[in-house]
């Protein structure tokens, strides 16, 4: 299905690229549980990011993708405090609470390393350098580039 808009086709074609990726990564997840968890990954990184890198990262945000991740975000002046990998799930799963994910620490790795293939290696690597060690090491490193643009 096409809209007629090019823009508006592309968007769409790169927002399901993304879900695809992290369904695919899932396996036996329903997309609306694929959807919800990409939103909330992103919600909760987003928040324990400096304000002016969740700035700089939602501008490589392929259109779609960037409007979820800005969605509802009141800027503030500090990240929020969450210092581990469990804490870091723990704030995604209450995100998408009732959920049906069966292992939610592998779910939101899943959503981190599709994250890190379709953004920039460059970017990626200064997120990761914003976030306390133990999220940092959770966070797949990228292994092949499916990088795509806004």
């Known amino acids: 299905m096409t809209t007629g808009s090019r823009h508006i086709d592309h968007a769409v074609h790169q927002a399901r690229l993304w879900l695809g990726d992290l369904d695919a990564e899932l396996g036996d997840v329903d997309q609306a549980h ?8 992103l919600h909760v990184l987003r928040d324990r990011l400096p304000p002016a890198e ?54 939101v790795e899943a959503a981190l390393a599709v994250v890190g293939r379709h953004v920039s290696s ?17 966070w797949p490193q990228a292994t092949s580039s499916t990088r795509t643009s806004s």
């Open 54 to 107: 969740a700035i700089q990262f939602g501008g490589q945000l392929p259109n779609l993708i960037r409007g979820i991740y800005y969605e509802g975000w009141r800027f503030q002046s500090h990240p929020t405090r969450l210092h581990s990998m469990i804490e870091f799930v723990e704030a995604v799963m209450a995100a998408i609470a009732p959920t049906k994910l069966r292992h939610p620490r592998r779910a």
């Open 122 to 138: 460059g970017e990626i690597e200064d997120i990761r350098s914003c976030l306390p060690e133990d999220i940092r090491a959770s």
């Open 34 to 41: 694929t959807y919800a968890l990409l939103r909330a990954v």
